[in-house]
């Protein structure tokens, strides 16, 4: 079931018509300070012609051989008839975490500069951040109670939504990780973009021709360690309104919707910019048995306002041994004598040190277990502390949980081992990496 109609996408552009930004997405010339490994993209596969065919892990924490839907399917099915993957199954009256309504912003609320950084968590990677500057940033949003094709397939939701698409006020960017079901549905990308369609998407190389397909044309693809300055414009009411009126006479379910009211809102600033980088993670790509990788998986970092934010998407961190026990927490270290048999990603380090600090950090927590199929692609929490600590954010939220059964971890687990993690680490277990309801909103 699709949480949107496409009559209550309509109404929802109708009663934003007098929204009156424009926006512009420009690529800035390359960063010099980015790592040598990144410039020379040995995260690239090429053909023999040298074109890019499809991307990889360039560390020994995400390389396990091949990691085609095939051979993990295989690996699937051999843990499940060996007693090694046995999924969970929720008890809806005890679920793991709280849904609440949210507090979000009507369609014609004003834009005035704040000093609040403010993230609201819609479910598992969806988070929609409110910068200073009055930008809205829509990440990872998939809002089917199912995360597979076409929305009929795949993990249904434990957890209700916080809202439908419909209650979302208008965004300006949505930045996608990767083309996995769970982080990218056509059904709400579509949607989005009848809703804000002056919002622009970004996401990793290769991704454009899919959102083309799609019919959505503002995208923006982007490699690693590349970075986009947004620009938002306010626009005179008069030719907003005559753009909204030529909408109306023409396609009336996808009539304009700028990004914020000028006349609703007149102390809103004439100009909004932000500075979106695309920056590594550990994963994988393919939305079929034939588009394994061909599609560049990322992490991403926003700043505007003075404010910043580094979203981890989905990722892995380390690569346990199939040796040994199955749950290697206790032997978490980034210490070198156990980089030979669990060796972590570095490229974590190399974003904080040359994009950070950041202000938050949307971190995943979840779909882990068991560890010798995931760990290289699956962050636990205590890979997700080290995380933080890496890219050297101030404040963290856990993402990827409590949302899907996607693993076999007890759909409660991730919040506990969390405080564990933290503690291990001498951190407080409240007030640095916190975890929140489905629906809730932090400032910062």
């Given amino acids: 079931m699709f949480l949107v109609s496409t009559s209550s996408v309509a109404a929802a552009a109708t009663a934003a018509s007098m929204m009156a930004y424009s926006s512009a997405v420009s690529k800035l010339d390359p960063a010099v300070d980015i790592p040598e490994d990144a410039r020379n993209k040995t995260h690239h596969v090429k053909n023999s012609a040298g074109r890019t065919v499809r991307f990889r892990n360039p560390y020994p924490s995400g390389n396990i051989g091949s990691t085609s839907p095939w051979v993990m399917t295989s690996r699937i099915f051999w843990a499940t008839i060996t007693g090694r993957m046995r999924m969970p199954k929720p008890d809806p009256s005890k679920l793991p ?90 059904g709400s990308v579509t949607a989005l973009a009848k809703a804000s369609p002056h919002a622009h998407f970004f996401v990793g190389l290769g991704l454009a021709k899919w959102f083309h397909s799609a019919g959505i044309d503002r995208v923006t693809e982007m490699d690693w360690w590349e970075d986009a300055e947004l620009v938002l414009t306010k626009r005179a009411e008069k030719e907003a309104q005559a753009e909204s009126n030529q909408g109306i006479q023409g396609k009336q379910e996808t009539t304009p919707v700028d990004t914020t009211s000028a006349t609703a809102a007149p102390t809103a600033p004439d100009t909004i910019s932000a500075r979106i980088t695309c920056l590594p993670s550990q994963h994988a790509s393919g939305r079929t048995g034939f588009d394994h990788d061909s599609t560049l998986w990322a992490s991403w970092a926003v700043k505007s306002g003075g404010k910043s934010v580094w979203f981890g998407g989905d990722t892995g961190y380390r690569r346990l041994s199939t040796n040994g026990a199955e749950e290697a927490h206790e032997t978490h270290s980034n210490s070198n004598d156990k980089q030979t048999e669990n060796p972590h990603c570095p490229q974590f380090a190399q974003i904080g040190q040359l994009r950070g600090p950041f202000d938050l950090g949307l971190i995943p927590i979840g779909a882990y277990k068991p560890r010798f199929l995931f760990s290289w692609m699956h962050a636990d929490p205590y890979d997700a502390v080290d995380i933080s600590r890496d890219t050297r954010c101030a404040r963290a939220l856990g993402i990827h949980w409590g949302t899907w059964v996607l693993t076999t971890e007890d759909v409660d687990e991730p919040p506990r081992l969390l405080r564990k993690a933290l503690a291990k680490k001498g951190l407080p277990e409240t007030g640095v990496f916190d975890i929140c309801a489905i629906g809730e909103t932090r400032e910062f």
């Fill in 97 to 186: 975490v709280a849904a609440i309504k949210p507090d979000l912003p009507t369609p014609d609320s004003s834009r005035t500069l704040t000093n609040s950084l403010r993230a609201t968590w819609l479910g598992h990677a969806c988070y929609l951040v409110e910068f200073p500057s009055g930008l809205r940033v829509l990440f990872d949003p998939v809002f089917e109670s199912r995360c597979g094709p076409r929305g009929l397939l795949g993990p249904r939701r434990f957890t209700p939504p916080a809202c439908s698409l419909a209650d979302l006020p208008p965004v300006d960017a949505v930045i996608i990780s990767h083309s996995h079901y769970d982080h990218l549905s056509k």
